[in-house]
C-alpha cells in the first residue's frame, strides 16, 4: 500500500537520481493500455479524459498505444494550454491523435464505449474544484465502461469516479478497495531500488510547512540534555535542530558551560541543572527530547538519564554518551519512542552486534527503536522499513558531524515527522549540506560551514 505522499516521494526521488519521468509514463501508458487490449474489444471507442498533471500525462501515452487497435479520442478538461507539468506536455505533444478540449464532453461520451479516467492522480489536494467536480458526475452518468488510470479521480474526495477497473502502478493507493475502485490491476512500470530505499529530496514531503496561524512551539520543541562535559557538541546539536527550522531549543546544562553555551547563539534557551536535579516536569514538556550530545559518562548521571527518560512519554533520541551509557538498560527502553544514531563503534558496544545492515534491522524491530547506523552510508531503519542514504564525502569524518546529525534529526522529529521518514530527510540533508560545502572549500570546510548550508539545502528541497 502506498500513500499519495509515498508517491512524490518516489517521484521526486526518482528525478534526483535518473532525470525525468517520462520512462515511467510511458511504461504507466502501456499498462494501461494493455489491461484495455486484455478486457476490451478491438475497435471499440476510447475516450481519454485528462486532467493537467502527471496522470494527465499517463492517459495520453496509453492513447499513443491504444491507437492501432481502437479509435481513439483525447480530452482535455482545462485545454492544452493548461497542462500543468512538463511531463504532461511533452506527452500531449507526442500524440498524434484527435484531441478536443473543454466544452464538448457530452457528445464525445455518447460516442464512446470506454472512458478512460486520467483527471486526477495522486497530486490530488483537497475537495474538487470545477469543472473537475461536474465532470466526474458525467462520467458516472455516461453508462460506459471506465478505467480509472492509477487511481478513481476524486478518491478521498466528496465526489468520485466509480470505475469498472483501476489500473494502479507499483502498489496499491491509500483508500483503494475494489468496491470503489472495481477490479484493481497492478502494474509495474520499473521504479528502481535507488528511487524506494535510497533517501533523496523526496524524502522531505513527509514535513509539513508551519500552519498560517500556529504559535510559538507548534512546529517543534527539543531539549538537548548535553554539553556537560564538552560544550560544544551541545552547541552544534543545538544549531541542527534551529537550522530545520524547530520553534524552541533548549539546553539543559551544568553551571560550568552555562554561559558558553549561552554566549553562543541567543537562539539557545539555555537552562542550568545539576545531573542529579533536573527539572523533569519542564523537560517532559518538550516534543523531544535529544539526549547524550557531549554529555559524559557518570554513574550520577545514569540515575537521572533514566528517571526522566522512565516518566516521559514523548520521543527520544539517544547519541554519542547516552548510548555508552544505556547499552545495559536496553530492555528497560523497550515500548518507549526511541532513536538511536550511533556510528559503527557506537552501535558495537550499544546492541553489542557488529555493524551491519542485518543486524540494525534485527535489533531495531527486536527493541522497537529507530536505528540510524552511520557511515560513508547511513542505514536507516525501524526494522520493517530499512532506508539506505549516500552522499556526502570523507571530510565528515572530523567531529561534529555527528552531533549535527543528531539535532537535525530531533529537530525533525520536534516538528512531528515521523521517525523513520525524520532520519532519512535528516541524514539526507546532513550529507547534502557537507556537499554543499565541499564545493565551496574542498577538504577545508568546517561544521559551522555545514550549519550555514543546511537552511540552503532545506529551501531548495522543500517542495509545498
Ligand atoms: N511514481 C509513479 O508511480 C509515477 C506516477 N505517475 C502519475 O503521476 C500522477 C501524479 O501526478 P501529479 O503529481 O502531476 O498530479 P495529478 O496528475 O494527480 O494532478 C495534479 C493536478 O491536478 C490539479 N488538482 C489537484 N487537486 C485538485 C482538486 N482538488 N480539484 C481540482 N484540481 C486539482 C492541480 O492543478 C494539479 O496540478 C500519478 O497518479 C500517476 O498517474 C506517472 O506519470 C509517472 C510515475
Ligand atoms: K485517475
Known sequence: ?????????????????????FVLMTNAGKGVSSVIWDNFKPGSSILIVCGTGNNAGDGIMAAKFLQDKFRVSVYLIKGKSSMKTDMARKALRSFKGKIYEIDEI??????????????????????????????????????KKIVSVDIPSGLGTGTMVHPDITVTFTDIKEGMNSSNSGKIEIVDIGIP????????????????????????????TLAIIGGWSFHGSAVISSMGALSVGTDLVRVYTTRQNYNIISSYN?????????????????????????????????????????????????????????????????????GKKIT????????????????????????????????????????????????????????????????????????????????????????????????????????????NDMIEAIPKVMKLYFEK
Open 340 to 447: 538511536v544514531t550511533p556510528h559503527r563503534q557506537e552501535f558495537l558496544r550499544f546492541y553489542d552486534e557488529d555493524p551491519t545492515k542485518g543486524n540494525a534491522e534485527i535489533l531495531s524491530r527486536h527493541y522497537g527503536f529507530t536505528t540510524v547506523l552511520k557511515g560513508s552510508t547511513d542505514t536507516i531503519t525501524d526494522g520493517v522499513n530499512t532506508i539506505l542514504t549516500d552522499g556526502g564525502n570523507s571530510r565528515m569524518t572530523m567531529g561534529g558531524t555527528g552531533d549535527l546529525l543528531a539535532g537535525i534529526i530531533s529537530g525533525l522529529i520536534s516538528k512531528g515527522m515521523i521517525r523513520l521518514r525524520a532520519c532519512s530527510a535528516g541524514t539526507f540533508v546532513n550529507k547534502k549540506a557537507a556537499e554543499i560545502s565541499f564545493n565551496s572549500k574542498s577538504y577545508f570546510f568546517s561544521v
Open 106 to 143: 457530452e457528445k464525445l461520451l455518447e460516442d464512446a464505449d470506454i472512458v478512460v479516467d486520467s483527471l486526477l492522480g495522486t497530486g490530488t489536494n483537497g475537495e474538487l474544484r470545477e469543472p473537475y467536480a461536474s465532470v466526474i458526475k458525467k462520467i458516472n452518468k455516461s453508462g
Open 1 to 21: 500500500m502506498i500513500s499519495f505522499l509515498d508517491q512524490k516521494r518516489m517521484d521526486l526521488n526518482y528525478q534526483y537520481r535518473n532525470g525525468d519521468l
Open 193 to 220: 531500488d535507488n528511487a524506494i530505499n535510497y533517501s533523496g529530496p523526496g524524502d522531505l514531503v513527509y514535513l509539513n510547512p508551519p500552519e498560517k496561524d500556529s504559535h510559538k512551539g507548534d512546529n517543534g
Open 266 to 334: 541567543p537562539e539557545i534557551i539555555v537552562r542550568e541543572v545539576t545531573p542529579d536535579s533536573m527539572p523533569l516536569d519542564e523537560i517532559r514538556k518538550h516534543k523531544a527530547i535529544l539526549i547524550g550530545p557531549g554529555m559524559g559518562i557518570s554513574s550520577i548521571y545514569e540515575k537521572s538519564i533514566l528517571s526522566l527518560i522512565s516518566s516521559y512519554d514523548g520521543e527520544i533520541i539517544l547519541d554519542a554518551d547516552a548510548l555508552k551509557m544505556l547499552s545495559s538498560h536496553k530492555n528497560s527502553l523497550m
